[in-house]
């Protein structure tokens, strides 16, 4: 592993700032691919930080056993340590926000210059992965999501996305604010881009972590950067890179058209189900779940859950669930006598795919995202 | 009147409220006054009648279900709404940046010289002082909560999360005037001098409005993608003719320059037939493109301490400030000027990081 100093900003009043990243495999003159791997952009995103320094941890560890191939690798786990130094999600001064500064500007304003300074180093990768998060407060199914710009070949990326083994791929429709984000960029450079959602954002929840974990070493074994014959062997106490809940929070595997039953998924660490795909091997399924066949849909496919009223949030449906139409996915209770003053109901059958993440939800938002089964 | 254009229930008995003051002119308000006494109305409720009495008493009928300060609009007949979407309207817009407080004297000044003159007030003015109410209210620029900037997120989506629904509403009800302007100050950080901002996309339609206004200079610019998603880009797109005016500083009131705003705005209304009363006329702006301005970005960490006046013509190799560093006493950079011209953006918050804007220079 080598540590490589992609920018450095004098700041006032606090050490300078230095965004480092973690490389892995030969240097770019002698590797035949490249993969870079962002994790937080914002000062919120720590799951997403927890997830690469997760994935620095096993590249080491496959290093050291001689089981990376011919592909550089670089992890950038943190690019705001300074906003997530503070708990501030957005940059400290200005509250500009780094995903919406590509491709940077070297001459601009701070936040351009750290997007200028990082996208330099990645806009020559042949694959690019961000770990990343969605705007609003809420919880994901597990999900790889993939900006159609136009200028990708969709079949060659429907093949690539297919390697991580998550349930869903979400084909977006660029939104005008869409074409100032990494992943747009990288896109409009010629990178393979793609975008990861893991469960939550900031806290850490280590099922999703570790399934997350799992589904970027698969794609790295499936472009061929891990050679899995020389990779070790799971450690035997695992799980390993993080400790598991003793129950999922929720599941995570996918119901209707697969053949793992919410039951089993529900089913704790002893029940693990198998794997749909065999064939693959990454020396490091310690995760009971996935891979799986992975299901692609366009983003505009989600069925909006919207509230009318506004109160307490009780939620009755969980992340990953199947449901009927009509099935109740939350209420909404008064502040006052706790009646409840609103159900949410599921308005297709499906799986729940999005759920609003706090303790109050405003009228006239979404609560839910259904993916139509 | 005060119409309520978007209402959300917020958790603990509140709602948040965009709303909007509706001038009307005493010859279309007579009109649709006579239009009452037509053919039965078309929307269900009590005949509607424009006069403030039955207003007053609409919403006191709509006062429970719309929740306390909300204002309906009232039930119109077929021939009112036909009086009304004939009218010629303008629309006068601030408060999306909850930091930026110069369009809410523009906002207040307006509203008191149309009410006053109602006779001269021929059609519509609507002035939406608070897009971003809450935003306001928590001294914060994006929408509180959401931590989103809401003038990056148009047209929206009536269908979407709050903001998105809220922004969707405030261009349904602005599109189809006959021009809106979007006052905004400038951040916390910079200090303007009144200026207006126009996508190269839409100089045709919009330069022969900008001059009316009373700014000192029009910069037209190129259309960068990130634009795409303001408030003037979505109505534009739509065909509704909108201008950004950007002056002053954030969280203060320059009361000279928002003083001179408001007669631009009675200009402009003038221009649009919507207003006979009188108005003055400031001299015309400086009109440019990108090419001519020069930014002026910081190099250094620091405290950055001002030495050239705001506003002023600079000349080449001017010193235009220093950025300090408290803790050795040492000066870490001076700033200086690399075009003789007007020093139209000027650093107002201290505090700088190396790329932070100091200062922009229209070139002679
Ligand atoms: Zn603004």
Redesign the interface.
Known sequence: MRTIELFR?????RETLVVEGFAFGPAAADARASVAIVGALRGNEMQQAFICANVVKRLRALEDAGALADVGILVIPVVNSFSMNIAH??WP???TDIN?MFPGYD????T??IAAGLFDVIKDATYGIQLASY??PGEFEPHVRITDTGVVDLAETRRLADLFGFPYALLKQP???D??TLNYNWQVWGVRAFSLFSSVVDRISAGPADFVVDCIMRFLEGIGAIRPELAPAPPADAPAPCEAPAVPEAPVAPAGAQDVSRETAGNGEGAAPAPLRTGMRTGWEVSPRGPYETAFCREDALV?V?T?????FKRVAAIGQRVEEGDALARILS??DCEVIETLRAPVAGTVFFRHEAA???????AFKVMPA | MIETVFSAELPVREHLLVQKNRIIGADLAAALDAAADDDAPAAPGPRGNVSRETFAREEERLAPDAGSGAHAAPALNDAQRALLDAAPRLAVVTGIHGDELEGQYVAFELARRLNEHRDQVHGIVDIYPAINPLGINAIERGVPGYDLDLNRIFPGDADGPLTEALAAAVVADIAGAAACVDIHASNIFLREMPQIRINELSADELLPLAPLLNIDFVWVHASATVLQSTLAYALNALGTRTLVVETGVGMRITPSEVMRLTEGMLCLAAHLGIWSGPFEEHGAPLISADQAVSFLNAGAAGVFLPKAAHGRRVGKGELIGVIVDPLTGEVRERVTCPASGLLFTLREYPVVYPGSLLARVLSE
């Open positions: 900003l004098e700041t006032p009043y999600r957005f001064m200005d509250n919406r001459a601009g304003e701070t351009q210059r705007y609003l939104a005008p604010f074409t100032t909006n919207r009318s009223r506004a109160g307490f502040t006052e109050l939800i405003n009228g006239e938002t979404i």
